[in-house]
């Protein structure tokens, strides 16, 4: 397959497709065009991926694989051009974390080596995050590869999102919660802003066709300011009427790990999005506090703005797309240098590892999101042995 494959789409919205498609690839002249397999994903893959489609943390002692692993592989494999990986990871998966059946049943979250020494599930809740990008890459996948059975896959996930995972909170209408379970005390939702990339709704709202997704993708809007009101995203933020967005009871307004992402979403929006220049302006901050630093802060009190520590290699490639966004060439290229020298050398950093194929996938241009949250990818031929 040559360039760009964009599937059935109505004519205008297939027009906006191909004219990001152009400005992409236009982008893109100049990189070595021929499948290479993307050697990060190829590492990737030697370090965490086992022949049966798991990825392991292998930094905990019941090496565990979390439902999120499962999602970003999958969307990685896509860039790549990679489906032979796609199958595995997805069939492991729903074998394993979704009891077989993953069009009725949301993917528990984790699964590794219990007490009794069997290997199962570890916990059966299901996480939206990882739902949503499983959901996504689905939706993808059946496009670019024109596979009527990921397509069909991708909607029975996304509506089990929509009936387990999303609840009509007063004042603040349909939103994503965490997971299915354990996210409302006193009336008091406890939400995740990281869990809500507006690129990954879009997709699923294109694909689905129905308008809850867009209500929650308003509600996903003011979920993402709310967590950043000095411009630092907090890992949780708690919800109640009347009072609105409140610190949460058990992180304190701590951004971190969790939150490290929304930075990462919401620079990978294309300037086309209505949200791209209101996001990148409220998360200006934190770039200013990235920018005077050798690597951002591992931790931040979003309240009072005391930082902690130094973030891994991987929060580093995570505020690539907004250091690119803001212009700042050479924070840029002291950000990437530390991520390459430092990424992908052992399988004891999973998370780290993932947020730098995100940002150094995006900044060298092997992927893209349109306005209506299709993904632009460019592969000549599918890329890398199964």
């Given at each position: 397959m040559n360039?760009?494959?964009?599937?059935?789409?109505?004519?205008l919205?297939l027009y906006?497709?191909?004219?990001a498609?152009l400005?992409?690839?236009t982008?893109s002249?100049?990189?070595?065009?021929q499948?290479?397999g993307w050697?990060a994903w190829q590492r990737?893959?030697r370090l965490y991926?086992s022949e049966?489609?798991?990825v392991?943390?292998?930094?905990?002692?019941?090496?565990i694989?979390?439902?999120?692993?499962?999602?970003y592989?999958?969307i990685?494999?896509?860039?790549?051009?990679d489906?032979a990986a796609f199958?595995r990871i997805?069939?492991?998966?729903?074998?394993?974390?979704?009891q077989?059946?993953?069009e009725?049943?949301l993917?528990?979250?984790?699964?590794?080596?219990?007490e009794?020494?069997t290997?199962s599930?570890l916990?059966?809740?299901?996480?939206?995050?990882?739902?949503?990008?499983?959901a996504?890459?689905?939706?993808e996948?059946?496009?670019l590869?024109r596979?009527a059975?990921y397509a069909?896959l991708?909607?029975?996930?996304?509506?089990?999102?929509?009936?387990?995972?999303v609840?009509?909170?007063?004042g603040?209408g349909?939103?994503?919660?965490?997971?299915p379970k354990g996210?409302?005390?006193?009336?008091?939702?406890?939400?995740?802003?990281?869990y809500?990339?507006?690129?990954v709704?879009?997709?699923?709202?294109?694909?689905?066709g129905n308008r809850?997704?867009g209500?929650?993708l308003?509600?996903?809007?003011?979920l993402i300011?709310g967590?950043?009101?000095r411009?630092?995203?907090?890992d949780w933020?708690?919800?109640?009427e009347?009072?609105?967005f409140?610190t949460d009871?058990?992180?304190?307004?701590s951004g971190?790990y969790?939150?490290?992402?929304v930075?990462l979403?919401?620079?990978m929006?294309?300037?086309?999005d209505?949200?791209?220049?209101a996001?990148a302006?409220?998360?200006?901050?934190?770039?200013a506090?990235?920018a005077r630093r050798r690597?951002?802060?591992?931790?931040?009190?979003?309240t009072t703005?005391e930082s902690?520590g130094?973030?891994?290699p991987?929060?580093s490639?995570?505020?690539?797309p907004?250091?690119?966004?803001a212009k700042?060439?050479?924070?840029?290229?002291a950000?990437?240098a530390?991520?390459?020298a430092?990424?992908?050398q052992?399988?004891?950093?999973y998370?780290s590892?993932?947020l730098?194929?995100?940002?150094l996938?995006?900044?060298?241009?092997?992927?893209?999101?349109d306005?209506?949250?299709?993904?632009?990818?460019?592969?000549?031929?599918?890329?890398g042995a199964a």
């Amino acid at each position: 397959m040559n360039g760009y494959s964009h599937g059935r789409l109505p004519s205008l919205a297939l027009y906006c497709t191909l004219c990001a498609a152009l400005l992409f690839a236009t982008a893109s002249h100049g990189r070595d065009e021929q499948c290479d397999g993307w050697p990060a994903w190829q590492r990737f893959k030697r370090l965490y991926l086992s022949e049966d489609g798991r990825v392991i943390d292998a930094s905990t002692p019941q090496r565990i694989t979390v439902s999120e692993g499962q999602a970003y592989a999958l969307i990685f494999a896509l860039i790549a051009n990679d489906p032979a990986a796609f199958s595995r990871i997805i069939r492991w998966t729903q074998e394993n974390l979704a009891q077989g059946h993953l069009e009725r049943t949301l993917p528990a979250w984790q699964w590794g080596h219990a007490e009794d020494g069997t290997w199962s599930v570890l916990d059966p809740n299901a996480a939206a995050d990882a739902d949503l990008w499983m959901a996504y890459a689905l939706t993808e996948a059946g496009r670019l590869w024109r596979n009527a059975s990921y397509a069909g896959l991708a909607r029975a996930l996304s509506d089990r999102i929509l009936r387990e995972e999303v609840a009509l909170i007063p004042g603040l209408g349909a939103t994503l919660l965490p997971g299915p379970k354990g996210f409302l005390t006193q009336q008091t939702w406890r939400l995740n802003a990281s869990y809500a990339p507006i690129q990954v709704l879009r997709g699923i709202e294109r694909q689905s066709g129905n308008r809850l997704w867009g209500q929650v993708l308003k509600s996903s809007e003011r979920l993402i300011v709310g967590s950043a009101p000095r411009g630092f995203a907090a890992d949780w933020i708690g919800y109640r009427e009347p009072d609105g967005f409140v610190t949460d009871q058990l992180t304190h307004g701590s951004g971190s790990y969790n939150a490290i992402r929304v930075y990462l979403w919401a620079g990978m929006l294309p300037d086309s999005d209505p949200l791209a220049g209101a996001l990148a302006h409220r998360l200006a901050p934190m770039i200013a506090e990235a920018a005077r630093r050798r690597a951002p802060p591992e931790s931040i009190n979003t309240t009072t703005l005391e930082s902690n520590g130094e973030g891994s290699p991987g929060f580093s490639a995570a505020l690539l797309p907004l250091l690119a966004r803001a212009k700042l060439g050479d924070i840029v290229q002291a950000y990437r240098a530390r991520v390459e020298a430092e990424s992908l050398q052992s399988d004891q950093h999973y998370y780290s590892d993932a947020l730098t194929l995100f940002g150094l996938g995006w900044l060298d241009r092997r992927y893209a999101f349109d306005r209506s949250g299709v993904l632009l990818v460019k592969w000549t031929a599918p890329c890398g042995a199964a």
